[in-house]
């Protein structure tokens, strides 16, 4: 009996050890390991679907998309439904082919949803549909600063596109759709973005310092070929980089058959004679080299003949403007006084300090394809070149960047302020005397005072202004595909709520500077005075808050697939 006894509890004790090592295993399974076997279940029915655009996005300094900016519906359809009809159905919508799947279904996409034809294609095809934004608009903003990517392999080939493609460049991510065991996707379960390693998809975003308002009221005031830059001048921040014509970057082929400039950013790839804007760095020259240059005066009878060439004075009437000041000279843009005043100065000292105000340099480092101009050194100069020297002619090119960096140091009385395209490039000293100090103060603001007088009581003062304002008008020789045109600048600042606003037009074929680049220099002056759109100090804003911004704005758009599980996806439209 004792020994039945000690059987039964050996028994109870295996029993009770087998039960215990059950119920281990099962706490292993189902607690130490549920995530890695969830996970594994659910790759059994995951849908990955390819050709969806991970790129970064580009925004403006508000987080508004340079990129992704209008909206594009993708259709899931599987292979085996995807008949005549359903294809037919697709071209009716121009739908293309977006890439496939790896599980027997195929992806289309298109700009133009149709919601008849949407209904049938879910009711009827159980296609699985979702919005997300294409890349570019047809219409693009800032389509020179943003670039293009090839076609074959998706790389930037210009702009940002290019200058920040690593960046900008699709990471590991794939978007990934539930389905059932028998390969249907499931009606109501959003897209994921998902990463081979399982970490959360990186931040491929770009953020600029563009203001995208004031982009688009700038590149609808250009006519031709023609350019225009806005920027802080506190921060050296571009708000605006606009070239005329512009092109749609997803018609890229179409432009290089037509050997068209379009594709020209001629705000930093093209270099141009300044004409009457030069003015400005021989009078700095002066002021910096010759004691009482500013009241100097000397005499305009029309015409001034220096070094064995005779040049006209445009602006003056029968007989010359008489004697002037280096202020009045300015004002009305004599030319016969520069002239002598160059030749008095020589052209080293013209030439070192066009050099001291940033022409003929880069102006943002790294961008592609930037043009330095020309400044010519002063052995390649000539007794027969000052004159041509002295109002901005000849060999001198300029791009309209670089006459921007010039009158932002003159806005910033004299100091420089490297500039900026990139928010988290921005340069902002702690200390103003980090600033470096390219021209004497006094000069500086000798030069304001002479470009205030051009705007209130000289070439550019028809109309009155509401709030202050300083510029320099230019006209230049030059010609255009062999035949003769006038090169037209407007170059200055303006001053609003305290803030200052450097703003430089140019017009390659134009009437003057006056006439032609005025009128679109007063127009964004006052767009910056009246709207407001921009205001210092600038705000730091995240990535993450962005996008969620751009989900309530854009009610049914995701501006990046790769949004998605960065923000939440309740505003995703999703069927059937």
């Known amino acids: 009996m004792e020994k039945n006894k000690k059987r039964i509890m050996a028994g109870l004790a295996v029993m009770a050890g087998l ?179 399982g970490t959360e998809p990186a931040d491929n975003s770009l953020v600029t310092t563009i203001d995208l308002q004031l982009q688009k009221k700038c590149e609808s005031l250009l006519r031709g070929s023609s350019a225009c830059v806005v920027s802080d001048a506190a921060t050296g921040e571009i708000l605006a980089m606009a070239s005329s014509p512009v092109f749609s970057p997803d018609h890229i082929p179409e432009y290089l058959d037509q050997q068209s400039d379009c594709l020209i950013n001629k705000t930093i790839q093209s270099a141009y004679p300044p004409g009457s804007v030069f003015k400005l760095v021989v009078a700095a020259a002066a002021l910096e080299n010759l004691p009482g240059a500013a009241a100097r005066t000397l005499p305009c009878t029309g015409r001034a003949t220096t070094g064995g060439v005779t040049v006209s004075c445009a602006t003056a009437p029968d007989g010359g403007h008489g004697s002037l000041d280096m202020c009045q000279a300015m004002a009305k843009s004599c030319n016969c006084y520069f002239v002598q005043l160059g030749e008095e100065l020589g052209e080293e000292k013209i030439l070192k300090m066009a050099g001291k105000l940033g022409l003929g340099k880069s102006v943002l480092d790294g961008f592609p394809e ?26 001198i090119l300029v791009t309209p960047m670089q006459i921007t960096r010039m009158i932002s140091i003159i806005a910033n009385e004299g100091r420089y302020v490297p500039f900026s395209i990139v928010s988290e490039e921005v340069w902002m000293p702690s200390d103003p005397s980090e600033q470096r100090q390219v021209i004497r103060e006094e000069t500086a603001l000798m030069l304001q005072s002479m470009m205030k007088e051009v705007m209130t009581c000289g070439t550019c003062s028809a109309q009155e202004w509401n709030f202050p304002v300083w510029g320099k008008s230019g006209t230049a020789e030059a010609s255009l595909h062999g035949r003769p045109v006038k090169n037209c600048w407007l170059a200055g600042f303006c001053e609003s709520s305290g803030m200052r606003y450097v703003i430089t037009v140019f017009a390659e074929d134009g009437i003057s500077g006056s006439a032609t680049a005025l009128p679109v220099f007063r127009e964004i002056a ?28 854009y009610d049914r758009l995701i501006p990046s697939i790769s949004a998605i599980s960065r923000c939440g996806s309740g505003s995703l439209p999703l069927s059937p």
């Open 370 to 395: 930037e043009t330095e101009g020309n400044i010519p050194a002063v052995t390649e100069t000539g007794s027969r070149d000052i004159s041509n020297i002295s109002i901005g002619q000849g060999t």
């Open 526 to 553: 006052e767009y910056l005075d009246n709207s407001k759109v921009y205001s210092s100090p600038r705000q730091s804003l995240s990535f993450s808050n962005a996008r969620f911004s751009i989900l309530e704005t």
């Open 19 to 197: 039960s215990a090592a059950l119920a281990c295993r099962l706490f292993y399974i189902q607690v130490l390991c549920h995530d890695d076997f969830t996970e594994t279940a659910q790759l059994q029915y995951e849908i990955t679907i390819d050709g969806i655009d991970t790129r970064g996005q580009i925004f403006d300094r508000n987080m508004q998309p340079l990129t992704g900016g209008s909206s594009r519906w993708y259709y899931i359809i599987k292979e085996s439904k995807a008949d005549k009809k359903a294809v037919e159905l697709f071209e009716k919508m121009d739908a293309e082919p977006a890439g496939s799947s790896r599980s027997g279904y195929k992806v289309y996409s298109t700009e133009n949803y149709n919601e008849e034809m949407n209904r049938e294609l879910t009711g009827e095809y159980s296609c699985y549909v979702f919005c997300s934004g294409a890349r570019y608009e047809e219409n693009q903003p800032a389509c020179h600063l943003v670039g293009y990517l090839n076609d074959w392999d998706k790389k930037g080939v210009s702009g940002l596109e290019y200058m920040y493609d690593e960046k900008l460049a699709p990471s590991e991510e794939r978007l990934v759709i539930m389905a059932d065991a028998a390969g249907n996707i499931l009606p109501g379960l959003e897209p994921e973005i998902k990463t081979s390693s």
